[in-house]
């Protein structure tokens, strides 16, 4: 079993659609979990961490189920300018390691 | 904003020669990364720095890759020699401590021919 799983899509929505992505990790002693975006050929870039109470930043919505395991990101309202990757990232640091492990992605394309 | 500066942007190498490639984190940054992004899939670790000393290199080919932060700021990583397999980006990050989020350098994409 892979350590982050995701659903590699593509979701492909209309503009202002809602749409919503899942991810599961396998080290359930993990302790920081985080969503990024990938825009083709660029690097990665940190969207927002997710937190056990669960977090909203604007259209966007991250939540994190410890008991099962998985890590959700919800977009409100899709914009043109979300198409991009959208990696899943969990960290087992729990000690003096902090590296971050990465979702293959779940790819978005926004259609107008 | 601060960033995470790498070079080259772009490498094209042959096959059996030898690649170095350039990062500069940010300022005050202690944990320094280097990951392998292959198309299509998301980062691997190559390997993690905190300051000077490497911190995991468990997943660096080390028979053919070195990485190295000798003063505890930039760093280089190198491969040699290079193989076809070996084409992708690379991408170094920095963070404030290792449970921090990072921030990534805009990468090198490398292709071997």
């Known amino acids: 079993r892979k350590e982050v799983e995701q659903d590699p899509g593509p979701f492909n929505v209309p503009e202002g659609a809602t749409v919503a992505f899942n991810c599961t990790y396998s080290n359930s002693a993990s302790q920081s979990f985080f969503w990024y975006r990938q825009d083709c050929r660029k690097e990665p870039k940190l969207l927002m961490s997710?937190?056990?109470s669960g977090n909203e930043d604007g259209r966007f919505t991250a939540q994190l189920n410890r008991a099962s395991q998985y890590i959700s990101l919800l977009i409100r309202d899709s914009k043109l300018s979300d198409s991009a990757t959208y990696l899943c990232?969990?960290?087992?640091?729990?000690?003096?390691?902090?590296?971050?492990?990465f979702g293959k992605g779940t790819k978005l394309s926004v259609k107008p | 904003e601060a960033e995470v500066a790498q070079s080259p942007r772009y490498k094209i190498t042959e096959k059996s020669q030898a690649v170095a490639f350039w990062c500069d984190p940010i300022s005050g940054h202690a944990t320094l990364y280097w990951y392998r992004q292959i198309l299509g899939q998301g980062p691997e670790l190559l390997v993690q720095?905190?300051?000077?000393?490497?911190?995991?290199d468990s997943q660096l080919p080390k028979d053919r890759f070195s990485a190295e932060r000798l003063k505890g700021v930039d760093s280089t990583l190198k491969i040699q020699p290079a193989e076809l397999g070996d084409s992708a980006m690379y991408l170094c990050?920095?963070?404030?401590?290792?449970?921090?989020?990072?921030?990534f350098g805009s990468g090198t994409r490398l292709t071997v021919v």
């Open positions: 720095f905190q300051d000077e000393s490497v911190v995991d």
């Open positions: 990232v969990v960290s087992p640091y729990g000690g003096s390691q902090g590296n971050l492990i």
């Open positions: 997710v937190y056990s």
């Open positions: 990050a920095s963070s404030l401590g290792p449970s921090e989020g990072y921030t």
